[in-house]
């Protein structure tokens, strides 16, 4: 304990060392963001094309479409404070897109197939409304207040993309889970 604390007393007292500010943290996590909206781009039209269900199929493609509009909101943002609109690789969303990938190949064609995909497009819109979630306050407290609004536009689509997620689990899930009762009697 008094080891850490001597370590942070010495790093806070070298003054070459740059200050990394909330306006710093806020363009890192702006690219993270950009980075997992343009993966999203790539990996929603392969799952549109996985699902059985085809209100599940409409629904990934209605995001697909939402979340092209969610990058030229990020543009702005990026236009606003100054800096190129860049992404930054992420490991999260990379991490949570294998997991994905991997229902979709192991499920081909199996009758979970559709709930699995579903679990896949919630992690995803959790980690999305997290980020944007913490954007949004940041933009608030750095007093960009164009900024916060367009991260809360988009954080209103992923919050909504979630509801619809649950509602269609619940239809797709329960449905299978008749099937299964049914074969089983
Ligand atoms: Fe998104
Ligand atoms: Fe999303």
Redesign the pocket.
Known sequence: MAKRAKKRNSAARRPSRPQKKLSDLFHETLKDIYFT?NK?IKTLPKMAKAAQSKELAAAFNKHLRE?QG?VKRLDRVFRIIGKPARGKPCEAINGIADEGAEIMKEFRGMPALDAGLIAAAQAVEHY?ISRYGTLRTWAEQLGMSDAARLLQE?LDE?EATDKTLTELATSVINLQAEQEQAEAA
């Open positions: 909206e999203i979340t969610q999305e988009t992923e």
